[in-house]
């Protein structure tokens, strides 16, 4: 016959009954923070794939910032660009105008005072800047507008013409783990002219003096200008209307083409934002399989838990009152 001394009837009830209060605590845990891990060691396995998942979900939602951004500034890119082809549109109508050959010299007069007011607004949208204070088409370089107009390579003998102050660097947005979409549209380019307005990076010299890139869309529109207006007609041999017709043609090709491309990288951030939210749904609903609890199923255990270390606890009263002298 097995002999089971009074103090292992005790160590046993008491280890029964400890167990049960940290069973019970940890689902009251659980309960209250409604995860299944209250602390990684609960589940080392699961622990590491949630940490996984939240690092991956982190990078997705930085590409999700960065497409937010990037299409900020696209999209105030796009319409700037979209007002400049509108307003190039409009000086070539007038420019059209000003090859009839009836026009008396008041008539030309008030045709370049309206092209000059036109130039300005060109310049002004040239000079676009972002909800930061950056501007639009200047490259890397936000101290001073893009295009000026004045003395660009310090020397007085040379006249004043629109420059370029910004650079040829293009901004680029990570908004994928393997792409990159620039973000801005600079002025010049390093290969002779280029960029939205046709300057020459390669001919800038820090000096002293600065000379800066000429800005050559606005000096041809200038130039036609001055043709056209009789008040400096004088000063200069081309043709009005038709150098006119040439400069605009040329600076709307140019406006269209970054147009068309903006329009493209727009779309593709569109796209890229459905897949960056699709892709930050999977990863929430993962990561809710691993950490977040089952309420129905652990307030069940919790009441059966309770159950047991109520169940233990009278059990161990009354063995705990067992004694021989109640059976004399």
């Known amino acids: 016959m097995l002999r089971i001394a009074t103090n292992q009837v005790y160590d046993r009830n008491i280890f029964a009954m400890q167990r049960a209060q940290t069973q019970m605590h940890q689902t009251q845990l659980q309960v209250a ?11 080392p396995v699961r622990a590491a794939r949630s940490l996984e998942l939240q690092q991956s979900q982190s990078v997705n939602q930085q590409f999700l910032e960065n497409i937010g951004y990037a299409k900020d500034v696209l999209g105030l890119t796009d319409t700037r660009l979209t007002q400049m082809s509108d307003t190039l549109q ?14 008396a010299a008041s008539d030309r007069a008030a045709l370049a005072q309206d092209l000059r007011s036109q130039l300005a607004n060109l310049v002004g949208l040239a000079n676009s800047q972002d909800g930061q204070g950056n501007y639009l088409f200047a ?121 068309a491309k903006v329009g493209s990288q727009l779309a593709e951030l569109d796209a890229l934002t459905e897949m960056g939210k699709a892709l930050d749904l999977d990863y929430a609903q ?43």
Request: glycine content about 8%; charged content about 20%; hydrophobic content about 35%.
């Open 33 to 43: 923070s409604g995860r299944k891990m209250v602390v990684p060691s609960d589940d």
């Open 90 to 103: 409009y000086m070539r109508d007038k420019f059209v105008q000003a090859g009839t050959g009836a026009l």
């Open 139 to 259: 490259g890397f370089k936000n101290d001073r507008p893009p295009v000026a107009w004045g003395d660009h390579d310090g020397n007085p003998l040379t006249p004043d013409r629109y420059y370029y102050q910004g650079d040829a660097n293009v901004k680029q947005m990570r908004v994928g783990a393997a792409r990159l979409i620039d973000a801005n549209v600079p002025g010049s380019s390093t290969g002779g002219p280029g960029g939205l307005f046709d300057a020459d990076q390669s001919t800038f010299v820090a000096g002293p003096p600065t000379q800066y890139p000429l800005a050559r869309f606005f000096n041809d529109l200038q130039d036609a200008i001055d043709a056209l207006d009789p008040a400096t007609a004088g000063t200069t041999t081309i043709h009005a209307s038709s150098a006119g017709i040439d400069a605009v043609d040329r600076f709307l090709a140019r406006v269209q083409h970054y147009t």
């Open 286 to 328: 993962a990561r809710s399989r691993i950490e977040d609890l089952d309420y129905t199923e652990a307030l069940s255990r919790l009441a059966q838990q309770q159950m047991v270390l109520s169940a233990a606890q009278q059990s161990f009263v009354k063995v705990s009152n067992l004694s021989l002298f109640q059976y004399l």
